[in-house]
């Protein structure tokens, strides 16, 4: 991937955290396949997912961040920079929570939307992907075959859920947001893409998730590695002609039109 065959490649994971998380997943996947990967959530819990790492052999950079705040996002890509001087992939996973919002949900009814709980949804899920890959892309610019991946959500781009206006209005956002830049980098040439997962098994989901998973057309959620696969091969070499595209991930659960 950078332009001396013989130098480790290197990837930078937002939203890393979750141990069962598509991000750590990704983060793994990266490794195993030679990366040196920097991992970021907004807790210190990353300490221990960069002890896993270290334990898999992966030279590992760890930050935690707030990614709603652009001072924030700029340190943790130059502290990136400052330990790898290189950087050939970003993954935008963050998005679900934040250091401003450790728990608080932010949806409903539209009727009970607040100006400020809409503005928070709205910077977890895109403006974190926003600010990190301003403050990546000059040095993404530089690799050979620099790669933006961004995961979005099933929600939004392709289907949606009751009162999740806000949710889903930013992950369509991300869609644009990844067609846009990708046109704007085509000619370096830079890929950006991005990944649509629909109901993954987590450690975090509830049973009404699990109930949904269960009715997809495969009859099972998917899990976190199947996610990370999809982002592993758009990193890769043999993914370079294919750009401002997204992924969907979700065992054909958007294909039946019959529902009765």
């Not at 141990?19 to 907004?42: E, Q």
């Not at 403050?135 to 999740?164: D, H, Q």
């Not at 976190?224 to 990193?235: K, T």
Request: net charge negative; with cysteine.
């Amino acid at each position: 991937m950078t332009s001396n065959p013989s130098e480790t490649r290197t990837a930078l994971v937002t939203g890393a955290g979750n141990p069962t998380g598509i991000g750590f997943s990704s983060a793994k996947a990266l490794g195993a396949a030679g990366y040196r990967v920097g991992i970021t959530s907004t807790t210190d819990r990353i300490w221990d997912r960069v002890k896993e790492l270290e334990a898999l052999g992966i030279e590992t950079f760890g930050f935690v961040a707030d990614l709603t705040v652009e001072s924030q996002a700029d340190d943790l890509v130059a502290g990136f920079i400052a330990k790898f001087k290189t950087l050939d992939v970003l993954v935008n996973n963050a998005g679900m929570t934040s250091v401003s919002a450790p728990s608080e949900s932010d949806e409903g009814p539209l009727e009970d939307y607040s100006l400020t709980s809409w503005h928070k949804a709205i910077a977890r899920n895109i403006d974190t992907t926003m600010l990190v890959t301003k403050a990546a892309i000059a040095f993404i610019k530089k690799s050979a075959a620099g790669r933006v991946i961004n995961v979005a959500s099933a929600t939004g781009p392709v289907l949606v859920m009751r009162e999740t206006v806000a949710y889903a209005t930013a992950k369509t956002a991300l869609i644009g947001f990844t067609r846009a830049v990708a046109l704007d980098y085509a000619h370096l040439p830079v890929t950006v893409n991005a990944v649509a997962p629909g109901w993954i098994a987590s450690s975090t989901e509830s049973e009404h998730e699990i109930r949904q998973g269960a009715a997809a057309p495969m009859k099972r959620r998917g899990t976190s590695d199947e996610v990370a696969s999809a982002i592993v091969w758009l990193a890769s070499t043999g993914a370079s002609y294919i750009t401002g595209q997204c992924i969907v991930i979700d065992g054909g659960n958007a294909l039946p039109e019959e529902r009765g």
